[in-house]
């Protein structure tokens, strides 16, 4: 029989040629894969350029400002290695929330490519600065070194820290990779969970001990930063060529943990699917049976446990670790109620899958529904909000009663706003998502962006305004802001209960989510 090479075979000499570049040309095909799924490519790369653009103001503008306060820039230029270290530190939690980051194509999309485990890593790598706590932290990083170092020393400064930002983000999911790697083995979850832990207590050990400065003169980014600074000089070569060499080393190095921890199932994964629960008696309403169903979808879900614990802890240590006064508090709780509308609320039908299906077939008013959703999600909001600012309050003393209203009356406020805001887009623009892995998003890496932007724009001035507010004598005012607040939010979030009503809008929304 013949045994000549077939039409879909390549010579060996190519394959071995190939064989290293595998990983990133099928980066590449996935890339065109994914963007060919693109719905509006007009807002997608008209928010590309948005950006690009964003980025080169940030990077460029700051060094031509009008001479200012030496003073103040030169506190601005001691403070930026702390800044790139707060950058890696952002990198290393976002990866680890995320499972080691996020795919490139969904699970569900990409059984049938054979990707390996390379062309994962590489993936995540790229859609890892497609987060605003990514790029919030990059913009300031950029326009602070422009400002404090001028045009003189614009283009050292900024080649350095370019690096430093690709270098933190590879580091981060070399870091994320090893902790899932260690979390898939064999009390694994126990011990990630302790290290964490430690890791926590040793933090708030070094912050009640005053030792903060000391440790923060000794981080190894303040070599990179006198790199930079030194202008154009063999110093300035150095520190480039060891951020690439460390960048091309530690990409590679993150091949190792990606593969071993591909070979194992995520065990909270697989807990959740293989568990069984104790039936439990009958509802006594239509209410009571949906609530049932919405919080164990919710609770039971990978991504919202693991993202609530996050989110919820985070932000309260740094407000502890930093001894947060009162006033300043009212801005973690907009921070942290957006961060948890982007763990499915911007997408809220998506939980139910193809279960919608079966939940359109139920003798159940459809405004219930709706109304049901929104009580969950509200309640799996307020409640990181009021952990975060229970972690807070325990160095910030005794608050005043106009304080304390005004922090609880920005609680109330940014659940209403961001929940609002949740179910009118996910009613607008919905997407069929499997959020049974961690590493899973609600919407398209893009348009999560986009979210994330307008939810922090809103939640931030709003909690700017309470934080003003805390500082009035009277209690009474901080009401009556809420209330203003509340009324245009309730209005709107009304309205987004009509329209799911709608048959027509409804039946969309199913069939999208469903597929």
């Known amino acids: 029989m013949p045994t000549a090479l077939s039409s879909t075979e390549a010579p060996a000499s190519a394959r071995r040629e190939v064989g290293w570049l595998r990983p990133v040309l099928d980066v590449g095909h996935l890339l065109r894969f994914r963007s060919a799924s693109v719905r509006r490519r007009a807002a997608f790369w008209w928010a590309t350029v948005v950006m690009v653009g964003l980025t080169l103001v940030a990077a460029i503008g700051p060094a031509y400002l009008p001479a200012g306060d030496e003073e103040r820039r030169l506190q601005i230029a001691v403070l930026l290695p702390t800044g790139m270290a707060g950058l890696l530190l952002i990198a290393i939690v976002s990866a680890i929330a995320s499972g080691g ?31 605003i706590a990514w790029l919030i932290q990059a913009w300031v990083l950029l326009g602070s070194a422009a400002y404090a170092l001028g045009p003189s020393q614009l283009v050292t400064v900024q080649s350095v820290l370019v690096l430093w930002l690709a270098l933190a983000t590879a580091a981060g999911q070399l870091v994320a990779w090893t902790v899932e790697m260690v979390r898939r083995r064999r009390h694994g979850i126990v011990a990630v969970r302790v290290a964490l832990a430690g890791f926590a207590l040793g933090a708030l050990l070094v912050q009640l001990t005053g030792r903060t400065t000391d440790l923060l003169d000794r981080i190894p980014t303040l070599w990179l930063v006198v790199g930079g600074i030194d202008g154009v000089s063999g110093r300035w070569a150095t520190t480039l060529a060891l951020e690439l060499v460390l960048l091309v080393f530690v990409v590679l190095l993150g091949v190792v943990p990606v593969t071993l921890a591909s070979r194992r199932m995520p065990h909270d994964e697989l807990h959740m699917e293989a568990d069984t629960h104790t039936p439990r008696g009958m509802p006594w309403s239509d209410l009571t049976a949906l609530l049932r169903l919405d919080r164990s979808s919710v609770w039971r879900a990978v991504p919202m446990r693991r993202g609530l614990a996050v989110l919820a802890v985070g932000p309260g240590l740094v407000a502890l670790l930093g001894d947060l006064p ?58 990181a909000s009021l ?3 229970l972690l807070g309050s325990l160095r910030a003393g005794i608050p005043s009663p106009s304080e304390l209203t005004a922090l609880l009356c920005t609680i109330v406020v940014v659940t209403v706003q961001v929940v609002g805001a949740s179910m009118r887009w996910s009613e607008q623009r919905p997407y069929p998502v499997d959020l049974r892995s961690a590493r899973a998003t609600p919407a398209p890496p893009i348009v999560m962006v986009g979210y994330s932007a307008r939810l922090a724009i809103v939640t931030t001035l709003t909690g700017l305004v309470f934080s003003g507010l805390a500082r009035v004598p009277e209690p009474a005012i901080s009401v009556f802001f809420a209330i203003l607040f509340l009324t245009w939010s309730s209005i709107r979030l009304v309205r987004s209960s009509h329209r799911w009503a709608v048959p027509e809008i409804r039946a969309r929304v199913v069939t999208v989510v469903a597929g």
């Open 387 to 389: 952990v975060t600012v």
């Open 101 to 131: 980051g996020r795919e490139l194509v969904p699970r569900d999309q990409g059984v049938a490519f054979p990707v390996s485990p390379a062309t994962d890593h590489l993936g995540a790598l790229i859609l890892a600065p497609l987060n």
């Open 326 to 383: 009162w006033p300043s508090m009212t801005i973690l709780p907009g921070l942290v109620v957006s961060g948890g509308a982007l763990l499915f609320g911007v997408n809220a039908w998506c939980l139910d899958a193809r279960g919608v299906l079966w939940r359109e077939n139920l003798p159940v008013s459809p405004t219930l529904i709706f109304w049901v959703r929104v009580l969950v999600l509200a309640e799996f909001l307020a409640l």
